[in-house]
């Protein structure tokens, strides 16, 4: 089966604002747009990461049309979903300064690797993508009649999301930055999580189905718009709320992935921009090992790399990416400085990726 560039070049785009929205030079310097919505509602930062799920659901169309019929490959299946998270453990513990009763427990990674456990279990068991399209839509309205159980529902302190977390991971293995225990990648929004991945996996198939780009961008234009007006009007019972995932930020984050394989299926295929959008296409080739790469990196950069620097009123200790961070201000104003390295570092894992793309060296995990 013919692989789908815009799918390929929709994975480059969103590993690399992954990597410029994580790696700012200060996280008090920061323009709104790079930064998550505060608790609900949506700025473009918070596009990113169900975009790198339902790329992670397009993937699982192809690796799995190349199944022999009848073939369940579960051995795989659940080495790839306990490899992706013991990565995504390590990443949170590193550099290893933290006794591990305070270890956080969920992540990004592991998010992605409960997401494409049950996602796997679903294809694999309905196997059709009518079952897929009912199967989810259940799924979206189960946790919204779940939530609902709660007398807040939607709020940080009370919602049933925490309160799970609370009860099976403890709160000293919960995220703690919202100034309370809470996961942002907890356990039960990881059921909606889910529904991102097979929203990916069944993009791939419809645009397997298509004879044409023209009939590609009516299709992912028809469902972007009505996924659209579907979230925004739930969201006056359920709000848009990426650190819940709730069933209408699952909606409208899937409708902007479709407008935007539309724009990207018009550019490449239809206007010929294929050298315009090929650095996409290179950056998108190895995404997972350049995303945990770029997490070691940043940490490294943070909290290993330490200075003792001389300054105004003696030593000081400063990290190398505050160093890199305090350069650039000398320069630029605080907020462009932070944008400047970042895109800094965006460029670099390019050019890793153009090196191991090169090559033809694919590392999967």
Known sequence: ??????????????????????TPGSWS?????????KWSGLTPT???????????????????????????????????TALLFLIGLMLNIYPFNESAENWRIMGVLQRIALCYFLAAILILTIANKKGLWICSGLM??????????????????????RQVDLYLLGASHLYKGFGVAFDPEGLLSTLPATVTVIIGYLTSAMLAECHSSSDKIKRLLGYGVLALLAGVIWHQW?????????????LVTAGFAWLLLALIVFAHD?????????????YGSNPLFIYVLSSLFATTMGQVLIFDVEGDNGEKVISAHRLGYEFLNQFLSA?????????????????LSLWLFKRKIFIKL
């Open 335 to 351: 907020h462009n400085a932070s944008l400047v390295f970042a895109l800094l570092v965006v460029g670099m894992f390019y050019l």
């Open 1 to 22: 089966m013919q692989r789908e560039l815009s799918l390929d070049i929709f994975r480059g785009l969103t590993l690399a604002a992954m990597i410029l929205v994580n």
């Open 270 to 282: 239809m206007r010929g921009w294929h050298k315009s959008l090929e650095w996409a296409q290179i």
């Open 140 to 161: 979206l309205l189960g946790y919204f009649a779940l939530m609902l159980t709660e007398a807040s529902p939607w709020a940080l302190e009370s919602n049933l999301a």
């Open 29 to 37: 310097s920061v323009y709104w747009p790079l930064l998550h919505a």
């Open 238 to 250: 359920m709000p848009i709320n990426k650190p819940l995932w709730t069933s209408s930020y699952v």
């Open 46 to 80: 918070d596009l990113v990461f169900p975009f790198f799920l339902f790329i992670v659901g397009a993937a699982m169309f192809h690796s799995m049309s190349r199944l022999q019929k009848g073939e369940i490959p579960w051995l795989k299946i659940i080495k790839r």
